[in-house]
């Protein structure tokens, strides 16, 4: 146990640098980064009382609770109206929860309190603590992180769903490994086509392509106890979408395909404000720069050619 | 295992066989046969391992099961999941207790299992096989690489279950025909197959069918990926070219193998029924059932394949006809995961390592109390229900017989009616009869007469009956003290039952 947690304390150590980047770059940094002067404007109203600064707290301990919706509690649906009403509170609740290490994404009646843990909280979810191979094995690390993305980027498959409020994105745990392992396949393809041997050399795994590590991990594998197996991709997606409902993040709506899943409101807040923005500046960072202009990568083909298809389809079969 | 495809492969590194591999280019078919090699390794190694198991397992041929096993799985796989683990080692364990028919069954299955959890290779964590070998860069350097293939891999299926799928490498090994085109592959197959059903070489014929059928999985497998990924994103398909195109393509494919195989079929039918001798009838027997599972699968993929255009349209809706929002958002797919994935892991880590840690969200920390960790410790380990709740025992009470005549009665009108065909009787005359024996048995005896009137025949010749009771009505009135009515005339009509069978496998 305790190799285990040095382990993780060194993988996080380049981690300060990038904190800076990514605080920046999310959109509820703007918010907390005011915090700390209304703080003191609100205490020289004179108005906040220490029954004030309970409620506050009480408020950010409701949304440290994400599984809690506020149309079901009526202490929470409260305090959220005086929250809205009242700016001396809003603040003092913001100052709780940025004293806490939170970072307050929005607060509404549909999204509840959102908060989200900052870079070093207690909040805040470790990877060795997530996955204890995930500490030891790198490949491992990597399969989980990009099964959280996968999750995130079928659940939200265009810009313009990730931009809409009102979008409830639809996943299952097999959905997320096909689509993946689609992905792999048609760079393994583009490889193919290119010639280029992409086995990896011996003495430097680290250089290994990413898609080629997720291609080569079984999909799924039968267990004494009929479980899934934890070490295959399915098992890994299962997981990491399991491990998104405890958050609040996803609800179970069926069994179908490996587990059915539909987002919240949290969920979208989060991979929009927090970690897509971190993300994405950690891939600027290397020196990658996606490079796109608002249109969808595809362009749909034209009424006249689907109808062509539509005709082609049926032809051999009408004859 | 020979290919007949393999008749027409000439590798392209031949040429370049007698100097020494020097630029990636002519390494490129040193390593490709390098990694053909490797996909046999495992199979070579089941045999050098079995003298590792604990007891005496010289006798079984690991690598034939291996290969057994692999066949198996590919002809088992369906287009929608894969093949059945326990019903694949049910299938191997004939050849498994071949070798070895003095030794207990549980062995059998011990060496089946064994066989085959090594070829999904079960212990590995990626549950594959990897090989080491090298080749020069292109700046002279040696490199060694590492190859990563599997043989048989374990996919979801429906309802949580795992299924068992050949891979691509496996079904090359298995075929032999290590660097072939698959399209023209099972072309040359079916020519091939075609000359030899007209010379009669039905043994060859049946092996050349085989081939075909591998090849036909193969193509359906390349496509059923393809079309997964148009469900799940409109996006991550290009609709534009490349899959009408190869829709176009596929179509033509199944159109043509259905035109190609109903002859092949048409023709080995004829094989089979002007065979003489019982071993070429029964290998042509054989040849029948290939090529139907052929046509089958075809059908399958056509299904699928019409499918495709609406499910496109549906999504298109879906997708591009919404009101467009005011804010731009981060396109996930496009900017994250897709430049993400060909980068090498030690960079791609500290991007998904950037996701993790901002978006699994928050977790409160648990904190113990003293008290409450004495009673957990304490509290005695809550055992595991491993069957379930109790099946309480069924309360069954003996119903009463209430039926209105007894078997002895039926036995009884069964051989009253049991007519020779060629001697018919009045209905009067059998109630006359069977009031003598039983004055219920009239009643019984009217009843049947009745049903017979319209006997079931399509049922009876379904069911492979040799004769049928019938009844007719030739307007005579029926003069009896309890029934009233025609005086049907009740007879037994022999049923041509063999015939009846024969025709319909043939329609079949």
Known sequence: MSDHRAEHADAWSERPTDAATGAAAAGGAAESGELPAPAPAAAAHGAVTPADAADAARLVSFGLQPKLLPARDVEYADLLRRYREEPAFARLADAVATGLGLVVLEVSTRAGMAVSAGEDSVFAVRMGDYARRASADSADRFLHGLAHLAVAALAFPRPEDLADDGYIGRITVNGVDAFVRQACRRLEERADEQGENTDPATEAPGLEAAWRIYARRSATGATKDARRLAGSTTGIVGKAVAFLTESGFLHRTGDDAGGAYRTTARYQLQVRDMAGSAAMAELLELGVVPVTDGTPTLVPPSDADDLELTAEAGLPFHA | ?508
């Open chain 2, 1 to 508: 295992m020979t290919s007949p495809a393999s008749t027409e492969f000439v590798p392209p590194q031949l040429s370049a066989g007698p100097r020494p591999a020097q630029g990636p280019a002519a390494d490129e078919g040193l390593a490709r046969r390098l990694r053909a090699l490797a996909c046999t390794a495992p199979l070579h190694d089941l045999d050098v391992r079995k003298a590792n198991l604990a007891g005496e397992y010289s006798v079984y041929a690991m690598a034939e099961i291996a290969l057994a096993a692999i066949d198996l799985v590919t002809l088992n796989m369906d287009f929608d999941t894969g093949a059945d683990h326990e019903q694949i080692v049910a299938r191997l364990l004939p050849r498994v207790a071949a070798q070895a028919p003095d030794r207990p069954l549980a062995e059998h299955e011990r060496v089946a299992r064994w066989v085959l959890e090594n070829l999904i290779n079960v212990g590995s964590v990626d549950r594959g096989f990897r090989a080491v070998y090298g080749t020069f860069g292109p700046d002279g350097a040696y490199v060694r690489r590492d190859y990563d293939f599997k043989l048989i891999e374990e996919v979801p299926g429906y309802g949580g279950s795992v299924y068992l799928r050949t891979t691509d490498e496996a079904v090359n090994v298995l075929v032999g025909a290590l660097d072939t085109d698959v399209t023209s592959a099972q072309i040359a197959a079916e020519v091939k197959l075609e000359v030899l059903i007209s010379r009669g070489r039905l043994a060859d014929a049946q092996l050349a069918a085989e081939q075909a059928r591998y090849r036909t999985v193969q193509y359906a497998e390349t496509l059923r990926r393809t079309l997964e990924a148009t469900r799940r994103n409109v996006r991550a398909v290009d609709w534009l070219n490349a899959v009408p195109d190869m829709i176009a393509e596929a179509l033509d494919h199944v159109a043509d193998r259905y035109r190609h195989e109903n002859a092949i079929l048409t023709n080995i039918r004829k094989a089979r029924d002007e065979a003489v001798e019982p071993e070429h009838k029964r290998r042509a027997a054989e040849l029948v059932d290939i090529v139907k599972d052929c046509i089958r699968r075809h059908t399958q993929l056509q299904s699928r394949l019409l499918d495709a255009g609406p499910l496109f349209r549906a999504e298109q809706d879906r997708q591009a006809f919404a009101t467009p929002t005011a804010r731009a958002g981060l396109d996930l797919y496009g900017q994250l995961v897709a430049p993400l994935l060909p980068l090498p892991v030690e960079q791609a880590i500290r991007v998904t390592d950037a996701f993790f840690a901002h978006g699994a969200g928050l977790r409160t920390p648990v904190s113990v109390r003293v008290g409450d960790l004495v009673d957990i410790l304490l509290t005695p380990p809550l055992e595991r229900e491993h069957l379930g709740a109790e099946m309480p025992e069924p309360d069954l009470i003996a119903t009463p017989d209430d039926s209105r005549f007894s078997e002895e009665q039926l036995a009884s009108a069964m051989e009253l009616l049991d007519l020779p065909h060629d001697a018919p009787r009045r209905l009067s005359g059998l109630l006359a009869d069977a009031r003598r024996r039983d004055p219920e048995l009239p009643y019984l005896v009217a009843l049947l007469a009745v049903h017979a009137a319209s006997p079931p025949v399509g049922t009876a010749y379904r069911q492979g009956e040799k004769q049928l009771l019938f009844a007719v009505d030739d307007g005579t009135e029926l003069d009896d003290p309890e029934f009233g009515g025609a005086d049907l005339i009740v007879g037994m009509a022999l049923l041509d039952a063999a015939g009846m069978s024969a025709d319909r496998t043939e329609a079949a």
